[in-house]
């Protein structure tokens, strides 16, 4: 999988300031100067560090009006191409200039990284450091930036708090969710048609909140008592019940949640890694029924899986039962691409601290997203900064038609949306 981050940037900069802050974000951060090797029978993958790691700047030139070209990009070429592993860094960038030289100057910067390694939050925070430090360039210097690199953070499923490796104890939890999963009787997305995993490919839809509407969106869940996730999460399941045509039951919404702070010892945001699980929850999608009441059931059957720590158990499972090689792999992960192909996921990363302006440069919202695994479908990731919030749909082509994820992303808006105007 690959994860992005994108942001665009007004104003003047050049190729020289990218390369001297990418320097600088490898020399950070310890993820970024490892690859990862195996043994010659796949087996024993493990990081390894890298000498001078260099990460791959490429840059695009279009036209000032063209307005697709960053777009463009990403379905061309960056969700296309997996980043490679064996390599480090596990990253590139990719500059989209557009009116170079006038005062329209503008780059669309996409930050396209490994999931192995990071999550959205830790893309999305790296993004912004990236253009930290290249405002703090100097073209009379040719001393890089001095930076302190950081200690590396242990991987998740070393990070586990007591009472959560146990064997015993996961296998209890997963069942307990299993058969929660078999009383709500919920009724699936089917695949219209089914993609192997080696040809499963993603593309994007995006959408977007203007500020009026954020506003709405905001002051009517705080006045409901529902997070903006679980009103999202609810306007998405009854978009997704309209598509397979049912009025009643439940569908299943997966949810990333963010690990962090439940870890031992806890990390913080600024701590990089992959640090995203995943729970789920049975949402009602009966259109007559209040929405905001299933929001807010929507709200207290997240908070009590998360305090089941389901989502962290099956990291401990993982461990133990994760195939040892990418030989050996193909029927875990066909027995989990059967059971996940019409599974949905509501990404909402929530409201990020992302500068709206850097040095002379003014910045628009930042987005995110990644590819999709054979964990599901469809994915909507939602993000609010700088006064917007970016809805951008990730799908697997021919699982879902370009059709079908338009009307579910759009049935999702107009049914939030029409739930705000009604208070």
């Not at 690199?149 to 307990?176: C, H, K, M, Q």
Request: glycine share 6%.
């Amino acid at each position: 999988m690959n994860g992005f981050a994108w942001v665009q940037v007004r104003g003047r900069l050049v190729p020289e300031q990218l390369a001297w802050a990418a320097a600088a974000v490898v020399a950070e951060q310890p993820l970024l100067r490892v690859s990862i090797h195996a043994k010659p029978d796949g087996t024993d993958p493990r990081f390894e560090p890298a000498t001078g790691p260099v990460m791959p700047i490429r840059i695009v030139h279009a036209d000032a009006d063209d307005e697709q070209a960053a777009e463009r990009e990403l379905d061309t070429r960056e969700m296309r191409e997996p980043v490679d592993t064996t390599t480090a860094p596990m990253a590139r960038l990719v500059d989209v200039v557009r009116g170079a030289g006038t005062d329209a100057e503008t780059h669309d910067l996409i930050l396209t990284m490994s999931h192995t390694i990071v999550d959205a939050t830790a893309r999305v925070g790296m993004l912004a450091q990236l253009l930290r430090y290249a405002a703090e360039w100097d073209p009379n210097s040719d001393e890089p930036r001095r930076v302190v690199s950081r200690e590396p953070v242990p991987p998740i499923g070393y990070a586990l708090p007591r009472g959560v490796r146990g064997l015993g104890r996961a296998i209890a939890t997963v069942f307990t969710e299993h058969m929660a999963s078999l009383r709500a009787h919920t009724k699936p997305m089917a695949p219209e048609r089914h993609v192997p995993p080696a040809d499963k490919r993603t593309r994007l839809l995006l959408r977007k909140l203007s500020g009026d509407q954020l506003d709405a969106l905001l002051s009517t869940c705080r006045r409901r008592g529902v997070t903006v996730h679980a009103a999202l999460s609810t306007a998405t399941a009854r978009a997704v019940g309209r598509e397979i045509g049912i009025t009643n039951g439940k569908v299943t919404i997966r949810t990333p949640v963010q690990a962090r702070a439940e870890l031992s010892p806890p990390l913080t945001k600024s701590d990089v890694g992959n640090y995203m699980c995943v729970t789920q929850t049975y949402v009602n999608v009966d259109p007559n029924a209040d929405f905001w009441a299933v929001a807010r059931q929507f709200n207290k059957d997240l908070r009590k899986r998360l305090r089941l720590r389901a989502h962290l158990s099956s990291i401990a499972l993982m461990r133990k039962f994760a195939p040892k090689s990418l030989a050996t792999s193909t029927r875990f992960v066909d027995g989990i691409d059967d059971r996940a192909a019409g599974a949905v996921l509501v990404s909402n990363l929530g409201r990020v601290d992302f500068p709206d302006r850097v040095g002379d440069w003014e910045l628009s919202a930042v987005q995110f997203f990644s590819t999709m695994s054979v964990t599901g479908q469809m994915a909507i990731c939602a993000v609010t900064s700088n006064g917007v919030l970016h809805l951008n749909t990730c799908y697997v082509e021919g699982q879902s038609s370009a059709e079908r994820a338009a009307r579910v992303t759009d049935d999702t808006l107009a049914i939030l949306m029409a739930a705000v105007g009604r208070g």
